[in-house]
């Protein structure tokens, strides 16, 4: 293998630049040519794609975002535009490819890998932290962080003005990043897809802590909590028992920022094993942390397995336990 070649994909997160400057280092020290393709799947198809260097990676380690930029393409669910996508590859004499994202991103990659044999590489990369196979996904501690200095601020407001605060957070239909952010804010409820939110209940815990003369809460809701979006949660709550609570999501500003030094050194550890798997003709696979060891699994784990929530932060999460 003499060229290979990185793309992100799907939703940005912060440390995917630090990836692509792993791999393309590593690439560079491994004698390889390192293309980077612009927009993802689209820029595949279309043909964006360019030779990076190892200076043109030089200080983006610290950058949010992503240098090749990414994206979602509705043209690579048809098999017509992937076939593109492995012409683009193939004119360019690319063997290997790297795919920088999450669970979506992988089933792209698996798609190229089985109808036209390209060797491909998962980097997990997501705020949402909710892909099989390494205990944390490339941007996760970052968004978490940012999660949490934002609610920090709004409980400070919250106290001062007797308020029921409902924050919600991102994190699909997972949460990781609603139990974390809610255990490390303190917050007197945190509400998550994977287990009953009881809305009587969470009433009932307010009016008690109102009637001992703690008149703010704070309570975090995943945006994929069975009961809707903390705006719905909001009616749901007034309509219920007459409670009255402010609402706010914190949005996009979880997926933006410098990544933290966590996010940095995985995605460094993940740039640098992805090309090591390619090299050793292990794609297709995925590549993760556990356990502080890297690791290796098949690209379809990455959707077909389940990601489980800590345990132990989930029964600290109940209501009225800290
Ligand atoms: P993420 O990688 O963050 O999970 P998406 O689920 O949006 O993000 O997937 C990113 C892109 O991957 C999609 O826009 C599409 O181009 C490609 N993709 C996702 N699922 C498939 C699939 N089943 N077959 C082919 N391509 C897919």
């Not at 990836?19 to 595949?44: K, N, W």
Request: aromatic share 4%; proline share 3%; with cysteine.
């Amino acid at each position: 293998m003499e060229r290979i070649a990185v793309l992100t994909s799907g939703g940005d997160s912060p440390g995917m630049n630090a990836a692509i400057r792993a791999a393309v280092r590593t690439g560079i020290d491994r004698g390889l040519s390192v293309f980077g393709v612009y927009r993802g799947f689209d820029g595949l198809i279309d043909g964006c794609l360019e030779l990076l260097s190892s200076a043109g990676v030089s200080n983006i380690i610290q950058r949010g975002g992503t240098i090749l930029h990414s994206a979602r393409s509705p043209r690579f669910f048809d098999p017509a535009p992937r076939e593109q996508a492995a012409r683009t590859l193939a004119d360019k004499g690319i063997e290997g490819l790297l795919v920088v994202g999450g669970d979506g991103s992988f089933r792209g990659a698996n798609c190229l890998h089985q109808e036209h044999g390209v060797q491909v590489v998962g980097v997990p990369a997501t705020i949402d932290n909710d892909i099989w196979g390494s205990d944390y996904t490339i941007g996760y501690d970052t968004a978490v962080n940012t999660a949490l200095s934002a609610i920090d601020k709004i409980k400070d407001t919250a106290a001062a003005h007797d308020r029921l605060f409902l924050v919600e957070v991102m994190g699909r239909d997972a949460g990781f990043i609603a139990l974390e952010v809610g255990v490390g804010s303190g917050a007197e409820e945190i509400l998550i897809p994977e287990t009953r939110t009881d809305l009587e209940a969470l009433s009932g815990l307010i009016e008690g802590r109102r009637e001992k003369g703690r008149t703010s809460s704070l309570v975090v809701v995943a945006e994929g909590d069975e009961e809707g979006n903390a705006y719905q949660i909001a009616t749901k709550l007034e309509a219920l028992s007459g409670l009255e609570s402010h609402v706010t999501v914190l949005g996009h500003v979880q997926r933006g920022g410098a990544p933290t030094s966590a996010d940095r050194v995985l995605a460094t550890k993940l740039g640098w094993a992805a090309v090591e798997a390619l090299i050793d003709g292990a794609a297709p696979c995925m590549v993760g942390e556990e356990d502080h060891e890297v690791t290796r699994h098949p690209l379809a784990d990455s959707w077909t397995r389940k990601k489980s929530l800590d345990p132990l932060l989930v029964s600290l999460a109940n209501p009225g336990r800290l």
